[in-house]
């Protein structure tokens, strides 16, 4: 005895299958989506903060080679003498990031 196999609607099938495949892949494209959108801006701001540490660095050069501006001479008291008066005081320039250790 032999019995009959159900038919199955195979464009039913097949097109239920196509629509999950697609949106399967819709929601793997919109995740590449995003994670190239993270990537970029990632990469934005690495490059904007090199940029800006760039220019911080050059402006901090450019600031401590430029010539200080020096007040204007006082005039030399009385009894003092002019070599003395054209003598200007030593300035050590010690840099932030050394520490003296004083004891």
Avoid: C, W
């Amino acid at each position: 005895m032999t019995t009959a196999a159900p038919l199955i609607n195979h464009t039913q099938f097949s097109a239920n299958v196509t629509a999950k495949s697609q949106e399967q892949s819709l929601y793997q494209s919109s995740g590449a989506i995003v994670a190239a959108i993270v990537v970029g801006v990632i990469i934005i701001f690495t490059v904007v903060l090199l940029i800006l540490k760039t220019y911080n660095r050059r402006m901090r050069v450019k600031r401590e080679l430029e010539p200080k501006a020096t007040k204007p001479a006082m005039p030399p008291a009385l009894g003092q003498s002019s070599v003395s008066a054209s003598q200007h005081p030593a300035v050590t320039f010690i840099p932030v990031d050394i520490h003296m250790q004083s004891r």
